[in-house]
């Protein structure tokens, strides 16, 4: 069975063993993945493969500018206590380091390219590593800023125009952080979202004790789709630092700033976490020693 590089490179990410050694097992293997990893931690060369298993859902989430290139990062780990060590921050930092001095256009080049680092860094701490996701932003007669809350829980990059003061930027920065919105403005809200929203505040308004007629249930809705809007529009969300306004007043009075865009990443947000079962753990271990008697 035939193999290329990208075997050799996801047995190296998998396994934690050298190019070379990934390469020997491959052949030995005759191409065949799973083999080459059984052959591997025969030796006892494979080191991260025991981790393959695991969850991540912890880490944290890094921001890092150099020069004109901001970039957002989140890299998962599987404890919280490692998350926190220097040794995985710096790894992490190496990785925002990397993004932003190289034209990667996804996540997979990125893990491609870190490959070795990677593996090395899961031999050394002893946990399963994952490089979820990122953000690049460039300024390009634009001002951009980050935020990062809670030691990595919550990071938030932002783009502003140019008219912008720095203050203002790192403001709406906070505001994203704090009010997390999915949208810049309303036009950005698909149309199908707005559609089911509506749908569901319509039922809600029919399904309540004393039904109202369909004209004040309709006028009802639409006002309750203005309340939507202040949840996930950012421009539409009060102020942070003044509650009296919405955001796009402040704009409007800091001479109609534009916010362009913003990526606002929570740590392991969407991830399985990771449920620990003693009696299943127990079980497991004992049918894995009858097997090796």
Excluded: W
């Excluded at 990785?95 to 031999?123: G, P």
């Excluded at 309303?186 to 399904?207: D, G, H």
């Excluded at 309750?224 to 402040?250: H, S």
């Amino acid at each position: 069975m035939a193999f290329t590089n990208k075997d050799v490179m996801d047995l190296r990410a998998k396994t934690g063993v050298g190019m070379m050694d990934c390469k020997k097992a491959l052949v030995e293997a005759d191409g065949d993945m799973e083999k080459a990893v059984e052959i591997l931690r025969e030796k006892g060369m494979a080191t991260s493969v025991k981790r393959a298993g695991k969850i991540a859902s912890q880490g944290i989430v890094e921001a890092y500018r150099e020069n004109n290139v901001v970039v957002l990062v989140e890299v998962n780990c599987e404890s919280d206590f490692v998350a926190r060590g220097d040794q995985y921050k710096d790894f992490v930092l190496q990785v925002a380091k990397f993004i932003a001095n190289n034209n990667v256009s996804d996540i997979e080049e990125v893990k491609t390219a870190m490959a070795d680092l990677l593996a090395e860094t899961i031999a050394k701490i002893g946990e399963k590593i994952d490089i979820r996701r990122f953000a690049k932003y460039v300024e390009n007669n634009t001002k951009v800023d980050s935020y990062i809350h809670m030691g990595g829980k919550i990071g938030v990059i932002v783009e502003t125009s140019a008219n912008a003061s720095e203050e203002l930027t790192h403001d709406i920065a906070l505001q994203i952080a704090a009010s997390s919105p999915s949208y810049v403005n309303v036009s950005e809200v698909p149309a199908a979202e707005i559609e089911k929203e509506k749908e569901i505040l319509k039922a809600q308004a029919l399904n309540e004790d004393k039904p109202k007629p369909l004209n004040i249930i309709e006028k009802m809705v639409e006002g309750r789709i203005n309340k939507y809007y202040k949840e996930v529009c950012l421009v539409e969300q009060p102020f942070v630092k003044d509650g009296d306004k919405a955001v796009k007043q402040v704009l409007k009075e800091a001479g109609n700033v534009e916010v362009i865009k913003f990526t606002r990443f929570v740590m392991g947000e969407g991830l399985e976490k990771k449920e620990e079962n003693l009696a299943n753990e127990v079980e497991e271990q004992i049918a894995k020693a009858k097997a090796n008697n």
